[in-house]
Protein backbone atom coordinates (compact mmCIF):
# COMPACT_ATOMS: atom_id res chain seq x y z
CA UNK A 1 0.00 0.00 0.00
CA UNK A 2 0.81 3.45 -0.65
CA UNK A 3 -0.47 6.60 0.72
CA UNK A 4 0.17 10.41 0.51
CA UNK A 5 -2.10 13.56 1.50
CA UNK A 6 -2.19 17.29 1.15
CA UNK A 7 -4.00 19.61 3.41
CA UNK A 8 -4.65 23.20 3.47
CA UNK A 9 -6.37 25.32 5.76
CA UNK A 10 -8.46 28.45 4.54
CA UNK A 11 -10.61 31.18 6.10
CA UNK A 12 -14.17 32.55 5.18
CA UNK A 13 -15.40 29.37 3.24
CA UNK A 14 -18.51 27.53 4.57
CA UNK A 15 -18.50 23.73 4.00
CA UNK A 16 -22.00 24.00 1.77
CA UNK A 17 -19.80 25.76 -0.80
CA UNK A 18 -17.44 22.83 -0.86
CA UNK A 19 -19.94 20.36 -0.86
CA UNK A 20 -21.55 22.11 -3.94
CA UNK A 21 -18.30 22.04 -5.94
CA UNK A 22 -17.47 18.65 -5.24
CA UNK A 23 -20.75 17.62 -6.04
CA UNK A 24 -21.22 19.15 -9.45
CA UNK A 25 -19.54 16.72 -11.34
CA UNK A 26 -19.82 17.84 -14.78
CA UNK A 27 -17.97 21.58 -13.65
CA UNK A 28 -14.89 19.26 -12.43
CA UNK A 29 -12.79 20.44 -15.09
CA UNK A 30 -12.97 23.80 -14.18
CA UNK A 31 -11.17 22.96 -10.78
CA UNK A 32 -9.10 19.89 -11.45
CA UNK A 33 -7.51 20.81 -14.58
CA UNK A 34 -6.13 17.45 -14.95
CA UNK A 35 -9.83 16.39 -15.85
CA UNK A 36 -11.16 16.91 -19.90
CA UNK A 37 -15.11 16.33 -18.57
CA UNK A 38 -16.50 14.40 -16.35
CA UNK A 39 -20.26 12.81 -15.82
CA UNK A 40 -21.91 10.88 -13.37
CA UNK A 41 -24.92 8.22 -13.81
CA UNK A 42 -26.65 9.92 -10.02
CA UNK A 43 -26.70 12.09 -7.87
CA UNK A 44 -23.57 12.96 -5.30
CA UNK A 45 -23.72 9.73 -3.08
CA UNK A 46 -22.57 5.91 -2.11
CA UNK A 47 -22.49 4.01 -5.32
CA UNK A 48 -22.87 6.68 -8.46
CA UNK A 49 -20.19 6.19 -11.04
CA UNK A 50 -17.86 8.65 -12.10
CA UNK A 51 -16.67 8.35 -15.76
CA UNK A 52 -14.22 11.38 -16.43
CA UNK A 53 -11.37 11.63 -19.33
CA UNK A 54 -7.94 12.92 -17.87
CA UNK A 55 -5.92 15.23 -20.07
CA UNK A 56 -3.35 13.27 -21.94
CA UNK A 57 -5.15 9.68 -21.40
CA UNK A 58 -6.10 7.51 -24.35
CA UNK A 59 -9.14 6.45 -22.38
CA UNK A 60 -12.04 6.80 -19.56
CA UNK A 61 -11.62 6.44 -16.63
CA UNK A 62 -14.73 5.17 -13.79
CA UNK A 63 -14.31 5.63 -10.07
CA UNK A 64 -17.59 4.92 -7.90
CA UNK A 65 -18.18 6.92 -4.94
CA UNK A 66 -17.69 4.30 -1.71
CA UNK A 67 -18.42 6.94 0.87
CA UNK A 68 -20.37 9.83 1.23
CA UNK A 69 -21.08 12.27 3.71
CA UNK A 70 -22.91 15.26 3.01
CA UNK A 71 -20.83 18.54 3.57
CA UNK A 72 -18.18 16.56 5.13
CA UNK A 73 -16.52 13.91 3.01
CA UNK A 74 -16.58 11.98 -0.03
CA UNK A 75 -14.05 8.79 -0.96
CA UNK A 76 -13.95 7.38 -4.83
CA UNK A 77 -12.38 4.20 -5.95
CA UNK A 78 -11.26 2.92 -9.23
CA UNK A 79 -10.13 -0.17 -9.83
CA UNK A 80 -6.98 -0.63 -11.85
CA UNK A 81 -5.69 -4.60 -13.21
CA UNK A 82 -4.47 -5.67 -9.85
CA UNK A 83 -4.99 -2.56 -7.86
CA UNK A 84 -7.20 -0.11 -6.48
CA UNK A 85 -6.53 3.72 -5.76
CA UNK A 86 -8.73 5.94 -3.27
CA UNK A 87 -9.38 9.24 -3.16
CA UNK A 88 -10.48 10.57 0.49
CA UNK A 89 -11.96 14.44 0.46
CA UNK A 90 -12.50 15.81 3.71
CA UNK A 91 -12.91 19.30 5.10
CA UNK A 92 -13.58 19.59 9.02
CA UNK A 93 -14.21 23.11 10.43
CA UNK A 94 -11.26 24.07 13.01
CA UNK A 95 -10.56 27.31 14.76
CA UNK A 96 -7.97 28.41 12.17
CA UNK A 97 -11.08 28.02 8.98
CA UNK A 98 -11.74 25.01 7.33
CA UNK A 99 -9.35 22.01 6.84
CA UNK A 100 -9.63 20.34 3.25
CA UNK A 101 -7.54 17.50 3.01
CA UNK A 102 -7.41 14.95 -0.41
CA UNK A 103 -5.67 11.63 0.54
CA UNK A 104 -4.60 9.47 -2.46
CA UNK A 105 -3.96 5.42 -1.60
CA UNK A 106 -3.43 3.16 -4.10
CA UNK A 107 -3.76 -1.10 -2.90
CA UNK A 108 -2.85 -4.62 -4.03
CA UNK A 109 -0.33 -6.45 -5.95
CA UNK A 110 0.04 -3.86 -8.73
CA UNK A 111 -0.10 -0.65 -6.04
CA UNK A 112 3.98 -0.17 -6.75
CA UNK A 113 3.05 0.17 -10.59
CA UNK A 114 -0.16 1.95 -10.67
CA UNK A 115 1.34 4.54 -8.13
CA UNK A 116 4.27 5.25 -10.42
CA UNK A 117 2.11 5.35 -13.93
CA UNK A 118 -1.42 7.38 -11.88
CA UNK A 119 -1.21 7.86 -8.27
CA UNK A 120 2.05 10.32 -8.00
CA UNK A 121 1.44 12.44 -10.65
CA UNK A 122 -2.26 13.05 -9.46
CA UNK A 123 -0.42 13.80 -5.78
CA UNK A 124 2.14 16.36 -7.31
CA UNK A 125 -1.26 18.33 -8.81
CA UNK A 126 -3.01 18.59 -5.19
CA UNK A 127 -1.83 22.12 -4.43
CA UNK A 128 -2.99 23.44 -7.86
CA UNK A 129 -6.34 21.46 -7.49
CA UNK A 130 -6.94 22.35 -3.87
CA UNK A 131 -6.19 26.15 -4.86
CA UNK A 132 -8.65 26.01 -7.60
CA UNK A 133 -11.36 24.29 -5.67
CA UNK A 134 -10.98 26.99 -2.84
CA UNK A 135 -11.50 29.69 -5.51
CA UNK A 136 -14.42 28.28 -7.35
CA UNK A 137 -16.59 27.71 -4.04
CA UNK A 138 -15.72 30.75 -3.02
CA UNK A 139 -17.20 32.51 -6.32
CA UNK A 140 -19.92 30.53 -6.28
CA UNK A 141 -20.55 30.94 -2.25
Not at 124 to 138: F, H, V
Request: aromatic share 10%.
Amino acid sequence: MWQQSYTTIVRDLEPLAVWQVWADIPNRPKWDDDTEWAKANGPFQNGTIISMKPKGWPKVVNMEIVECVQERSFTDHTKFFLASLFGTHTMEPTSEGLKLTTTIKVTGPLAFFWRKVVAEDIVKTLPQQTALLIERAKKLA
